[in-house]
């Protein structure tokens, strides 16, 4: 659940109505199929993608490897990052400069977390995914969609130029790269009987949670796009692509409480994010490279590889 989800699903919305919901739904399945076969690497073999990769390839492919991890980890995390100083922003009037600059304390925060153990890490992550959910559906109370309409949004149609454009920017944004390195690293944090019933029950158990989740990272997204959809489609205005600009219509439209909770729902799912992306970047590192130097400078190092980007840009 980040920020990248949002522009895409608010620019799908505005410009189509409920027509891509189906895209965002063939979206989640691709997801669920990835991030399970993932999570069998990690139950079965005990490895990381990763490690799994440093194991089967020559050192000059793994080198390139671990860079084009790296980049696509940083993309992800600017979006996130970015997403988080304009909810910042759009809450409180700080400068988008001092929002990122304030994103370098999510390093503290997860170093507070990982010593508290990775059960404590899930519960905060979930925590905010949650408030995002919360928020989305009392602005779905506040917009009233159409149920019918909503429905017909989940029969396939031919998508061409624009919609075509954003239908791949809703499956880039649903099928996160870095998050199949990191779920075949965070499945090997369980308690896993290695016999050959233990390891089966592993895969059932986590086939059933990885399903929960990402259903539930389906109904956010979704109302997000239904938000848009009936906010704006509806309205007239079908050029809505930008976070401050959909927070700003909807002030119009509906008052102060829902873009309130726009932005408080656009900063948890940015908290939320980054951390998953500072730990995939840990994950790619250690794996790819097999460099053993202390967890909070590793962090560190990391998160400001993303930082700097956003920093910058």
């Not at 989305?136 to 309409?149: A, D, K, N, R, W």
């Not at 997204?221 to 489609?233: E, K, R, S």
């Not at 909770?261 to 790819?288: D, K, P, R, W, Y």
Request: hydrophobic content about 55%; overall charge neutral; glycine content about 8%.
């Amino acid at each position: 659940m980040d920020p990248g989800n949002w522009a895409t699903d608010i620019a799908g919305g505005s410009q189509f109505g409920y027509q891509l919901i189906w895209v965002l739904l063939m979206s989640n399945l691709i997801a669920l199929l990835l991030q399970s076969l993932s999570a069998r690497l990690g139950i079965v073999q005990g490895l990381d993608l990763a490690q799994a990769s440093r194991k089967a390839y020559p050192r000059y492919v793994n080198y390139p490897l671990y860079l084009l991890a790296q980049i696509a980890i940083i993309a992800c995390d600017l979006a996130e990052i970015i997403g988080m100083a304009i909810g910042l922003n759009l809450l409180f009037g700080l400068p988008l400069i001092w929002g990122i600059s304030v994103t370098i304390l999510d390093t503290f925060l997860l170093l507070f977390l990982m010593n508290k153990g990775m059960r404590m890490m899930e519960v905060f992550i979930v925590s905010m995914v949650f408030i995002v959910g919360i928020s989305f559906l009392v602005e779905m109370f506040i917009v009233e969609p159409q149920l019918g309409e909503v429905l017909s949004g989940f029969e396939p149609s031919v998508l061409s130029g624009n919609a075509l454009y954003i239908a791949i920017g809703i499956i880039g944004a649903t099928v996160m790269p870095h998050n199949l390195y990191l779920h075949s690293s965070l499945v090997q944090t369980r308690k896993i009987d290695r016999s050959l019933k233990g390891i089966k029950d592993a895969l059932k158990y986590n086939l059933i949670d990885t399903s929960i989740a990402l259903n539930l990272a389906f109904f956010v997204n979704a109302a997000i796009l239904v938000l848009a959809a009936t906010a704006f489609y509806k309205n007239g205005l079908f050029e809505v692509a930008e976070i401050q600009g959909a927070y700003k219509l909807l002030e119009g439209i509906f008052g102060s409480l829902a873009p309130t909770l726009f932005a408080i729902a656009l900063i948890a799912s940015g908290q939320s994010s980054t951390i998953t992306g500072t730990l995939a970047g840990q994950i790619v590192m250690e794996g790819h490279l097999n460099l053993r130097i202390q967890p909070w400078l590793r962090r560190l190092i990391t998160r400001m590889l993303a930082i700097t980007p956003a920093f910058f840009t």
